[in-house]
């Protein structure tokens, strides 16, 4: 990876679910838990065909939220709010994110399938708070979910974003494809195996990969000097 290949990026989208944090805080199994609760009371199935729709709903709408919204005409917020009534402690600040985040140029933002309350709360308990200047959630992309195209339109057009000054960070490669497709730059996080043209990088380290985009400034000999 080269910093030159960042050195137009002036919008950061950023990710948040196994992107901002890493997959071993398992929020994805306590959501699963609550979703699979939730369709076995809304539609009186049992835990195997639970499962079966929420996959169904993830290959055809890109979460089960817009699945259950096109086809049930859900109320997504309490449906999301639910869902997403978890525990957090699992997740713990990450101080050097926090910094790796602060020194990117420009505008950062949060761009995901949940809500923004929810994100609120995983930002806060990552201890990156304020790291961002706009978080997106589902409700902004009018619960359409990536990786459908008309999500990053909504997104980008609230945002003003222009894609070839704009990177994106994704744990999910499909949802790298629209973005690819309008000029951004693409960062594959995580340890998805897929493979394509519309994946411009990858990384295991978030924190050490947007290091090397920004590395820390280097101090004269004799080190940083305090005003007087």
Known sequence: MSAASFAQVRTWVFDLDNTLYPPSAALFAQIGARMNAWLMQRFGVDQAEAARLRDDYWDR?????????????????????EVHDIDFAVLTPDPALARAIDRLPGRRIVFTNGDSAYAARVLAARGLTGAFDSVYGAEHASFISKPMPEAFARVFALEGLAPRE???FEDDARNL??????????VLVGAD?????????????????????????????GGPHEAS
């Not at 709408?61 to 709010?81: K, N, Q, W």
């Not at 493979?195 to 990969?209: E, M, N, P, Q, Y």
């Open 166 to 168: 704009s990177a994106m």
């Open 177 to 186: 494809s629209v973005p690819h497709g309008l000029g951004m730059r693409t």
């Open 193 to 221: 195996p897929a493979t394509g043209a519309h994946i411009h990088h990858r990384t295991g380290d978030l924190t050490g990969f947007l290091g090397a985009v920004m590395p820390r400034p280097a101090f004269p000999a």
């Open 61 to 81: 709408y890109g979460t089960t939220l817009a699945g259950l919204v096109a086809e049930h005409r859900i109320d997504p917020m309490a449906f999301l709010a």
